[in-house]
């Protein structure tokens, strides 16, 4: 990694900090500067505002969330086969440490300020998910009936965080839920299956 690259991670990291602590307004740049031993000079030339850094960790966190790239369906193999899997890697994935404290970071800045969240949603409410592409690729070929993917993977995704998102996100315990993922699987395809296509 070039000095220049590691400088920016050292700021990224020390902003976290900073804005888990003290929140955005709170959060002063001489200290993030500090925290990441370069000058308030160094830290500006990387990110040109407080804004700009925040905008910056929310990117991260957003890339941390996304499993890869897009799965795309396979006629060939079970559907319930192929979301499940797709669906393990993005909660393995988002119950990471690291992504977990980035969310609680970025989800603690959004609950305190509302035109931030609304800002923060309308960008990033258009990134295709693995998931969202699986299911929009099947109802293209006909193995689910016609619907919204954006929808349909939102329930999905829903669903699945209930029980393997919030728990570890709230409470930091990872329950045991053998059998569950199938269940939620299950209950999507029976929701959106076509007509005349088995389910699974």
Not at 27 to 35: D, P, Q, S, Y
Not at 127 to 152: C, N, Q, S, W
Not at 163 to 185: A, S
């Amino acid at each position: 990694m070039k000095l220049t690259d590691k400088k920016r991670q050292s700021i990224i990291e020390a902003a976290i900090d900073e804005f888990r602590e003290y929140g955005f307004h709170g959060a002063k740049t001489a200290r993030i500067a500090k925290k990441a031993s370069v000058s308030s000079r160094t830290l500006y030339n990387h990110f040109e505002s407080k804004e700009a850094l925040f905008h910056a960790i929310s990117e991260i966190m957003v890339e941390r969330n996304n499993p890869g790239a897009p799965v795309p369906y396979d006629p060939d193999r079970p559907l319930a086969g192929q979301l499940i899997a797709v669906l393990e890697s993005y909660v393995s994935v988002i119950t990471d440490d690291v992504a977990l404290g980035l969310n609680r970071m970025v989800h603690a800045e959004l609950l305190r300020d509302m035109e931030r969240a609304q800002a923060f949603y309308a960008e990033f409410a258009t990134h295709d998910y693995p998931v969202t592409v699986l299911i929009r690729d099947a109802m293209e070929a006909g193995a689910l009936r016609k619907a919204d993917p954006e929808f349909a993977a939102g329930q999905l995704l829903g669903t699945v965080k209930t029980f393997f998102f919030w728990p570890v996100y709230l409470l930091g315990k990872k329950p045991e839920l053998e059998g569950v993922m199938e269940d939620c699987v299950g209950m999507f395809l029976k929701h959106y299956a076509a007509e005349d296509q088995p389910q699974g």
